[in-house]
């Protein structure tokens, strides 16, 4: 089975802190993606990579950057955290090149910054 | 752009009541339509999905039908249980590669309350 892993699943931090979400796979995906959750909103993706190394800016990048040095291993950056961050991060993974390829989502980090 | 509707929530229904969730969507040419739930305190975890026109998904009772001539791939259940509750998400994912790269789009999700 699919295993996506996030470091934490809660986190408190205060505003002007520099945050790192971290998130693993074991599956060899190419893929890797962070999307944020607000209530109303759906989910809205804030990057992706489709290799170590290479990203791509989803719909709501701003504030935020990411980090793929290895393939299983996507991190989330909030350089310096502000209150309308406050919400739940998702990452998530898949193979690059199939069509039929699902998402497969870690358990979420709900993050509060104060 | 691609865009996914859903309808709005929440949902409260009692049990062994039938169930409708309704998705419709915008997209070029054929997306493969997903969905997805999400239990509480949990991530999302892939329920159903379809690849082509007419193609019918089916899991744990629940169906959907990608139906091309309406743009909609609409859940649908007969017969829900407490267990059902949870927020549900209906998603695309665009044919085709460049930087699509496996990006699905979601709708923003129908929160399902099922009472004894």
């Known amino acids: 089975d699919v295993k996506v892993t996030q470091s934490s699943r809660y986190l408190v931090k205060r505003t002007g802190e520099k945050v790192f979400l971290e998130c693993v796979q074991d599956?060899?995906?190419?893929?890797m993606f962070w999307y944020r959750q607000d209530p109303g909103l759906g989910l809205r993706l804030i990057y992706f990579s489709y290799d170590v190394k290479m990203k791509e800016k989803g719909d709501i990048p701003e504030g935020y950057s990411v980090s793929r040095e290895k393939k299983e291993r996507f991190s989330l950056i909030l350089e310096s955290a502000s209150t309308n961050q406050t919400s739940m991060y998702l990452c998530a993974s898949s193979y690059r090149d199939r069509r039929n390829s699902p998402l497969h989502f870690g358990n979420g980090t709900r993050l509060t910054v104060t | 752009g691609n865009s996914v509707t859903q309808m709005e929530g929440p949902v409260t229904l009692s049990e062994e009541a039938f169930l409708t969730i309704n998705c419709t969507y915008t997209?070029?040419?054929?997306?493969?339509l997903f969905w997805y739930v999400q239990y509480p305190g949990e991530g999302l975890q892939l329920l159903l999905k379809?690849?082509?026109?007419?193609d019918k998904g089916s899991n744990k009772g629940f169906e959907a039908t990608y139906r091309k001539e309406t743009t909609s791939f609409h859940l649908e259940k007969g017969s829900v249980q407490v267990s059902d509750s949870a927020v549900y998400f209906c998603a695309l994912k665009p044919l085709g590669g460049g930087t699509s790269y496996g990006k699905l789009t979601f709708g923003q999700g129908t929160i399902l309350t099922v009472h004894p």
């Open positions: 379809a690849t082509k026109a007419d």
């Open positions: 599956m060899d995906h190419e893929n």
């Open positions: 997209a070029t040419g054929y997306p493969s």
